[in-house]
C-alpha cells in the first residue's frame, strides 16, 4: 500500500512537469516578435532622422555651403572677371628709347596689337599723368560688401623721358571717370568729381551676391614722377575682412607717369597703323598738354 501511495503522489508531479517545455518555447516565441517590432520601429525611426538630417544639410548648403566650401579650398571672396588699361586715348611715355632693331621695326609697323604690347611692355609703357582702369569684380560669396578699393604705389622714380607716343590731337577731350585718385597726395583715395574731396568709400559700399557684378571706372592720376601701383580691395563677407589685390591685364603693375621736361624721342600715329618718329616741336604742336609744360 506505501507503494500504491507513492505512486499515486507521483502521478500529479509527472504531470505537472510535462507542460514546462511549452512555457519554455512560447517564450523565446514572443521574444523574436518583440525584437521584430523594435527592429521595425528602429528601422522608422532611422529613416525619420536620416530624412531630417537631409533636410536640414540641404537647407544649410544651399544657404552656407557654398560659401564654407570656397573658404575651405582658399577662394576669395571677389574675383577680377575683367581688367583693362585704356592706352587708346592717352598720349603714352616710355622709360626708354626703343633703339633694338627688331623691336623698333614692330614699333614702326602694322604689326599685330600683341606684339606691340610687348615691345611697349618692355619699355614699362605708362600713361602721361592719368591712367584709365575699367575693373569688373564678381561676387564669390553668398553676400559681401566691398568696403574700400585704394591705389598702393609699390614704386615711385622721376618722370619717364625714354619716348613720347603722341595719341590724342589738339583740343582733344577725355571721357567723364566715376572715380578718381591722386597718387601725387601723401594718402591716395578713390572720390568722385562731384565730391573729390571725400573718400567715395566713407560714405558708401558696394554689396555684391554670388554670382553679381560690378563694373568700376577709374582714373589715377600722377604728375609728380614715374609711378608703378596695384589696387588694393577690402572685403567684408561673414563679419570676416580681407582683402584682394588688382593687377594690370598683364599682371604687372599698373603705371602712369608726369611729363618730362624733354624726350629723347618722339613719335606720333601712322597713317599705316604703326608710329612714325617726329621731332620735338611737331609733337608739340599736336598735343596740347605739351605745349602747356616745360617741354616746348
Known amino acids: 500500500m506505501a507503494k500504491a501511495r507513492q505512486n ?25 516578435r518583440w525584437k521584430a517590432a523594435w527592429a521595425w520601429l528602429a528601422g522608422i525611426l532611422s529613416a525619420v532622422i536620416i530624412a531630417v538630417i537631409g533636410v536640414v544639410f540641404t537647407a544649410w548648403f544651399n544657404a552656407r555651403g557654398p560659401d564654407a566650401v570656397d573658404r575651405i579650398s582658399g577662394e576669395p571672396p571677389i574675383k577680377v572677371g575683367h581688367v583693362a588699361v585704356d ?36 619699355h614699362h609703357r605708362a600713361p602721361l ?14 553676400s559681401l560688401r566691398i568696403v574700400d578699393i585704394k591705389p598702393r604705389v609699390l614704386d615711385r622714380k622721376p618722370v619717364s623721358d625714354g ?27 578713390f572720390a568722385t568729381g562731384k565730391d573729390p574731396d571725400t573718400s567715395y568709400f566713407r560714405k558708401k559700399q558696394i554689396d555684391l551676391k554670388r554670382g553679381e557684378r560690378v563694373t568700376l571706372s577709374m582714373s589715377v592720376k600722377g604728375t609728380a614722377a614715374y609711378y608703378e601701383f596695384d589696387l588694393l580691395v577690402t572685403v567684408l563677407a561673414e563679419d570676416q575682412t580681407e582683402q584682394i589685390t588688382i593687377k594690370g591685364p598683364d599682371n604687372n603693375p599698373f603705371r602712369v607717369t608726369g611729363i618730362a621736361d624733354a624726350y629723347r624721342t618722339y613719335y606720333t600715329l601712322s597713317p599705316l597703323r604703326g608710329w612714325q618718329p617726329t621731332s620735338r616741336n611737331q609733337a608739340c604742336v599736336i598735343e596740347r598738354k605739351i605745349q602747356e609744360s616745360k617741354g616746348c
Open 8 to 32: 499515486r503522489r507521483a502521478k500529479p508531479g509527472r504531470a505537472d512537469a510535462t507542460p514546462a517545455p511549452r512555457a519554455e518555447e512560447a517564450e523565446p516565441a514572443r521574444s523574436g
Open 129 to 142: 599723368e592719368k591712367t584709365d582702369v575699367t575693373v569688373v569684380l564678381v561676387g564669390n560669396r553668398s
Open 163 to 189: 619716348a613720347l607716343l603722341v595719341y590724342t590731337p589738339a583740343g582733344g577731350e577725355v571721357d567723364t571717370i566715376e572715380l578718381s585718385a591722386d597718387l601725387d597726395e601723401s594718402a591716395p583715395r
Open 87 to 122: 592706352h587708346s586715348t592717352q598720349d603714352t611715355a616710355l622709360r626708354e628709347p626703343v633703339t633694338d632693331a627688331g623691336e623698333r621695326a614692330v614699333l614702326l609697323s602694322s604689326a599685330s596689337g600683341a606684339r606691340h604690347d610687348a615691345v611697349m611692355a618692355r
